[in-house]
T-cell receptor
Framework: EDQVTQSPEALRLQEGESSSLNCSYTVSGLRGLFWYRQDPGKGPEFLFTLYSAGEEKEKERLKATLTKKESFLHITAPKPEDSATYLC???????????????FGTGTRLTIIP | NAGVTQTPKFQVLKTGQSMTLQCAQDMNHEYMSWYRQDPGMGLRLIHYSVGAGITDQGEVPNGYNVSRSTTEDFPLRLLSAAPSQTSVYFCASNAGVITEAFFGQGTRLTVV
């Protein structure tokens, strides 16, 4: 069974204090790993897709990396507006459609204190 | 662009009532999905569709029905609401396989 585990569950940082969020996964045949941001009362918003080990992607203060067992979301010099829940999802297996194999983690709730 | 639009935003039902959650997208995406989000559980797939007239079950389909008569719309029907269906429901659309999902704002459903 595909499993996605995110850690920590919650993280409080001072503004400007860099850190990393972890997403470890156990799947058969990874096809893609996704990072989303979710603000309270809103739907998830897409950040990154990573397809293979060694791949990295950046957007403003965020950088996502991927190994064969886990992904990290690095946040550099965060600002209060980066406060949100960050979700990781993996798409795995062989199918015609793909959606039925998307497995989400429970998320990391990030709070940036001014 | 409106993206993915869900209605209603909030709903309270009594046990045994039925209702339909509406979802519409204006991006001409073939793939659409319904998820529920519960505390400590993550997003779980209920039903999905890969095009008009084609639907299939996800991880937690019991108690829900879907149909897809047009590319734009993908309604989710609760047949006989139960307290276990209290949750936040999200509709999403994708342009294709292994592409990012665009989510609606969600519907918070409470069944009493």
């Amino acid at each position: 069974e595909d499993q996605v585990t995110q850690s920590p569950e919650a993280l409080r940082l001072q503004e400007g204090e860099s850190s990393s969020l972890n997403c470890s996964y156990t799947v058969s045949g990874l096809r893609g790993l996704f990072w989303y941001r979710q603000d309270p009362g809103k739907g998830p918003e897409f950040l990154f897709t990573l397809y293979s080990a060694g791949e990295e992607k950046e957007k403003e203060r965020l950088k996502a990396t991927l190994t064969k067992k886990e992904s990290f979301l690095h946040i550099t010099a965060p600002k209060p507006e980066d406060s949100a829940t960050y979700l990781c999802a993996v798409q795995a297996g062989r199918s015609n459609f793909g959606n039925e194999k998307l497995t989400f983690g429970t998320g990391t709730r990030l709070t940036i204190i001014p | 662009n409106a993206g993915v639009t869900q209605t209603p935003k909030f709903q309270v039902l009594k046990t045994g009532q039925s209702m339909t959650l509406q979802c519409a997208q204006d991006m001409n995406h073939e793939y659409m999905s319904w998820y529920r989000q519960d505390p400590g559980m993550g997003l779980r797939l209920i039903h999905y569709s890969v095009g008009a007239g084609i639907t299939d079950q996800g991880e937690v389909p019991n108690g829900y029905n879907v149909s897809r008569s047009t590319t734009e719309d993908f309604p989710l029907r609760l047949l006989s609401a139960a307290p276990s269906q209290t949750s936040v429901y999200f509709c999403a659309s994708n342009a294709g396989v292994i592409t990012e999902a665009f989510f609606g704002q969600g519907t918070r459903l409470t069944v009493v």
